[in-house]
């Protein structure tokens, strides 16, 4: 994520040999591969789900797909998957925040910062089938800790592992580490001297903080709960692994879809819950985008 | 693992590759003449002998959704490769049948495709148009009514909806109807959701008989899971050998062969086909007309229906289709025939229709009873 600044040589080099028009200038090249991967990754899929959404498994067109978005029980899974989105990335980004700014607190290669960044680097990973069970064997029904508390008479199972207060509990667990290791770069640009400014200029920690820290922090505290929000919109494996039963969020809805044994011929239903996924993630990449234009206003 | 982003892109790049054209038509020719993916029994290549030849030749077979633990899958292909020297390659364990379909589709062509498939009647029925007709040479010991007339897929081993439950926690159990007790709190899991998955689906139709209804009416069993859900008893979680052996579903409806290989993760287990609602099914094998090892996935056929590999699927508690056949000729293993667990009562195999009906039924009730 780092500028390469373009030395005025070099960029006078290439104005000049435009100018001239003796050499075609090459500098493209170097941004193919990163196409090639958009394409491929990105464009390819997206349009094939914008066109299977829109057909029959032979190909016919068709409305049918998409129609089923308008389903109460897709309804429900959407608004199901978006209050779960919305919920973990707005706490994991508090929480990720504060942790991210207790260690640069602290001096730049100690152990806790160290530690932290370390720990956060691999919990950020641990999603999926591992981090399911994990809660599982620990607070489920039959979980160590639950089985613990139960026999100092404090009855807490009950099932809430098994409902979306449960995936709640259980994406804080990648989406903290995730916005510590996000939020760190940024708080980590913040200049002490800017604090010094402040207070020559007799600003206290207030001023400082109205003036100066929240304004600077806030376009990239809005990137990373954006990223959070799609990380957990996402998130298939550990919901998969949690919950068994009826698809109470939108990726479980698409397994079904796609896999059922049961219920056979919903594979392009599954792409218009998919494409349904698209837009949420557009609107909220919109209105990022907006907020970013407002916020940054004060940097320029 | 997490994106669904991913997958889908997965898929794209799965989807590009599937565009390259099919492969001629190399495989081996038998002694009769026929091409190995064009002959519909090993009489027809030439014989046994000419079909283990041509498979040895090819050396290798593909499998899809084949769980060591499932049916005693594990023990038959180690059986296989040691008899024949021919290497199993199994793809998406844990696959569902139509991940089986999915990537017969999406793999076509290529020397990765699976050869033979093993999935849920359902599945079967819609896709026949992918299989290759093959005729085992024990075909005419399997009744009529669980294969398909040219042998584009043959019912291969089923076995009966049972409750599995951990003896060390629960007296015995003996109805669907004892899981309401309060000593069941958190404690009765389905294999998987019925929406999608073959057992679960059984799950619900096993306990409309035990409650009252039919099979062609399961309402009584969503209502019944709904009562389960409602006295605290329901655990939304799937059931599979880790959840056996943390103890998170000590109670477990599934197939009696699953429920039986689930001792291996809890010893206490003990498997029960509830009374009065005896639900059976048999999953099918069939061939993949594309498939990228024709020899051997015929010589994988003749294997799993001969004596040999009948017995093995008896070994993991499951029911093979020529169980009536062997046990006139006498070539049932006895001891693991006495082994499986009794059945009481009549056993009600769905017909199409009705399944197609409780489909629709589940679909659009499910989730709201148990949701």
Redesign the interface.
């Known amino acids: 994520m780092t500028s390469v600044p373009v030395t005025p040589e070099a960029g006078e080099t290439a104005a000049r040999s435009t100018r001239t028009g003796r050499r075609v200038p090459l500098s493209w090249l170097g941004v193919v591969p990163f196409l090639a991967y958009v394409g491929l990754f990105l464009i390819l899929p997206t349009v094939l789900v914008v066109v299977q959404a829109f057909g029959t498994p032979e190909g016919q067109p068709t409305l049918a797909n998409v129609k089923a978005l308008g389903e109460s029980y897709v309804l429900e899974a959407f608004w199901r998957s978006i209050l779960l989105s919305l919920s973990t990335a707005a706490i994991g980004a508090v929480f990720g925040a504060v942790l991210a700014y207790l260690v640069v607190s602290g001096p730049a290669d100690g152990i806790v910062r160290r530690t932290v960044t370390a720990a956060a680097g691999v919990l950020a990973q641990f999603g999926g089938v591992t981090l399911a069970f994990a809660f599982m064997v620990s607070v489920g029904n039959q979980g160590l800790i639950t089985l613990m508390l139960q026999g100092t008479g404090l009855d807490v199972s009950g099932g809430w592992l098994y409902r979306l207060s449960g995936l709640i509990v259980v994406y804080l667990y990648f989406q903290i580490p995730l916005m510590v290791l996000v939020f760190l770069p940024a708080l980590d640009g913040v200049k002490p001297q800017w604090r010094e400014a402040t207070e020559s200029l007799g600003g206290g920690t207030w001023a400082y903080w109205r003036h100066v820290g929240v304004p600077l922090l806030t376009p990239p505290f809005l990137g990373a709960f954006l990223l959070l929000f799609a990380n957990a919109f996402a998130a298939y494996a550990t919901a998969a692994a949690l919950i068994g039963q009826g698809g109470i969020i939108i990726p479980l809805q698409i397994r079904t879809a796609m896999t059922s044994e049961t219920v056979l011929g919903q594979e392009n239903v599954a792409k218009a819950l998919a494409l349904g996924m698209v837009v949420v993630v557009g609107v909220a990449m919109a209105l990022y985008s907006w907020m970013q234009r407002r916020s940054a206003r004060w940097l320029r | ?5 991913a ?3 997965v ?3 799965v ?2 590759a599937a565009c390259a054209p099919p492969s001629d038509d190399d495989s081996a020719v038998g002694e009769g003449g026929v091409s190995a993916s064009s002959a519909t029994s090993a009489e027809e290549f030439g014989g046994m002998d000419a079909l283990i030849a041509a498979a040895k030749e090819e050396g290798e077979l593909n499998v899809i959704a084949l769980p060591d633990n499932w049916a005693n899958y594990g023990e038959i292909k180690a059986a296989f490769t040691e008899k024949y020297g021919i290497k199993i390659t199994t793809d998406q364990p844990d ?5 089986e379909i ?1 990537s017969v589709k999406t793999e076509k062509g290529r020397s990765t495709a699976p050869d033979v498939l093993d ?2 009647s ?2 079967t029925l ?1 896709n026949t148009d992918l299989y290759a007709a093959y005729k085992v040479a024990t075909w005419d010991d399997i009744p009529d009514a669980q294969k398909e007339s040219t042998g584009l897929w043959v019912n291969d081993y089923g076995g009966y909806m049972s409750i599995g439950y951990d003896s060390s926690k629960f007296n015995s159990v003996t109805a669907l109807k004892d899981l309401l007790g309060s000593d069941f ?3 009765v ?2 294999n ?7 057992a679960a ?1 059984s799950g619900v139709v096993a306990a409309s008989l035990g409650n009252g209804g039919s099979a062609d009416d399961i309402s009584k069993g969503v209502d019944f899971f709904k009562e389960l859900k409602d006295s ?1 008893n ?6 599979s050998p ?2 056996i052996k ?3 579903t ?1 109670v477990a409806l599934d197939w009696d062969y699953n429920n039986a290989a689930a001792v291996s993760e809890n010893k206490n287990w003990k498997t029960v086909v509830p009374e009065g609602a005896v639900v059976g099914s048999y999953y099918n094998q069939a061939i993949n007309a594309d498939a990228p090892h024709p020899a051997a996935a015929r010589l994988w056929q003749e294997f799993l229906f001969s004596d040999e590999g009948q017995n093995l699927f008896l070994g993991g508690g499951a029911r093979p289709v020529r169980m009536d056949a062997m046990t006139d000729a006498g070539t049932i293993d006895a001891d693991l025939a006495a082994k499986l667990p009794e059945v009481p009562g009549e056993p009600v195999f769905l017909t199409t229709e009705q ?1 197609e009906a409780a ?1 629709k039924y ?2 659009e009730n ?3 009873a ?2």
């Open positions: 693992m997490r994106g669904v982003g997958s889908v892109a898929g794209a790049i989807a590009l696959g569902a049948s139509q991940d999915n999935m849920g359902a599945v819609a709190k958190n404690s899991a389905l998987g959701d019925p929406t999608q998955a073959g689906f605290g329901f655990v939304p979680v799937q059931s880790a959840t943390s103890g998170e000590p399944t489909t589940l679909t499910w989730a709201k148990i949701g």
